[in-house]
Every structure is written in structure tokens, then in C-alpha cells.
């Protein structure tokens, strides 16, 4: 999670909304990402996608059902359902999103063998992103 953070930090050096992501594989990180939505002018830019994408390229296959995804904040709807297509093992994610999180919305978006863990790193993450927005709201 600590890289995960380090990638949202990466974002927010962007003025991005402050979420990273990284997927690691067999012990190995294997694909970063963190948000590029404003950067590349495309809502859909999230960490998660971003890391999908990366991994599906390192490895070659678009399946990740032996890689954990680990990301700063609960993934939305779109990445949750992404992460289903990927066939993703695991998610650990660190901050919950009680207003767009998937498991607010339709916690049957991930597929019937992904594993997640939240709260990982919830505090700094979280605060990561209260700041950023708070900041916004000046």
C-alpha cells in the first residue's frame, strides 16, 4: 500500500485527484498507475484503469486472476466492474468512499472470486484526499 501511496502522491503533483494504484504479481509490483483525468481529459483515467491496462500489457494476457490490485481509495462502479472483466485476484484498498465506493452502489460489480481487504493505510489515504479537496474548496 505504501507504493499505492506514493503513487497518489504522483497525482496530486498533478493537481489530480490524489489515488494510486499498484498490482502486484508473484511478490512483484508489476503495474503502477494513479489518476490522469484531468491530465488526459478522459473521466475514465482512474488509478485502477491505469494499472489494469499496464498489467495486462507486462503480462500479456488480460487476465489478472493471480494479481492484487492495491489502491489508495475503494474503487468506483467503473473500476469495480474492470476489475471483473481482468478476472483481478484480490483488491486492498485503504480508504472507504461512502458517496461513490462500489459497495455503496452494487457490491456485485467485482467478480465471484476476487478477495478484498479495506482499510489498509484508511487514515493517511483518507486524509490524503480531504486535504485535496479541501484545498479545492478555498
Given at each position: 500500500?505504501?507504493?499505492?501511496?506514493?503513487?497518489?502522491?504522483?497525482?496530486?503533483?498533478?493537481?489530480?485527484?490524489?489515488?494510486?494504484?499498484?498490482?502486484?504479481?508473484?511478490?512483484?509490483?508489476?503495474?503502477?498507475?494513479?489518476?490522469?483525468?484531468?491530465?488526459?481529459n478522459d473521466a475514465t483515467a482512474?488509478?485502477?484503469?491505469?494499472?489494469?491496462?499496464?498489467?495486462?500489457?507486462?503480462?500479456?494476457?488480460?487476465?489478472?486472476?493471480?494479481?492484487?490490485?492495491?489502491v489508495t481509495l475503494e474503487p468506483?462502479?467503473?473500476?469495480?466492474?474492470?476489475?471483473?472483466?481482468?478476472?483481478?485476484?484480490?483488491?486492498?484498498?485503504?480508504?472507504?468512499?461512502?458517496?461513490?465506493?462500489?459497495?455503496?452502489?452494487?457490491?456485485?460489480?467485482?467478480?465471484?472470486?476476487?478477495?478484498?481487504?479495506?482499510?489498509?493505510?484508511?487514515?493517511?489515504?483518507?486524509?490524503?484526499?480531504?486535504?485535496?479537496?479541501?484545498?479545492?474548496?478555498?
Amino acid at each position: 500500500m505504501q507504493e499505492a501511496y506514493r503513487e497518489a502522491l504522483l497525482a496530486l503533483a498533478r493537481d489530480e485527484v490524489p489515488v494510486g494504484a499498484v498490482i502486484v504479481s508473484r511478490g512483484k509490483i508489476i503495474a503502477r498507475g494513479h489518476n490522469l483525468s484531468e491530465t488526459l481529459n478522459d473521466a475514465t483515467a482512474h488509478a485502477e484503469m491505469q494499472a489494469f491496462t499496464s498489467a495486462s500489457s507486462h503480462t500479456g494476457g488480460k487476465y489478472l486472476n493471480e494479481c492484487t490490485l492495491y489502491v489508495t481509495l475503494e474503487p468506483c462502479p467503473m473500476c469495480a466492474a474492470a476489475s471483473m472483466w481482468v478476472q483481478l485476484g484480490e483488491i486492498v484498498y485503504g480508504a472507504s468512499d461512502p458517496k461513490r465506493g462500489y459497495s455503496t452502489l452494487n457490491a456485485s460489480l467485482l467478480h465471484p472470486k476476487t478477495k478484498v481487504r479495506g482499510g489498509i493505510m484508511a487514515e493517511e489515504c483518507g486524509k490524503l484526499l480531504s486535504d485535496f479537496f479541501k484545498r479545492k474548496r478555498l
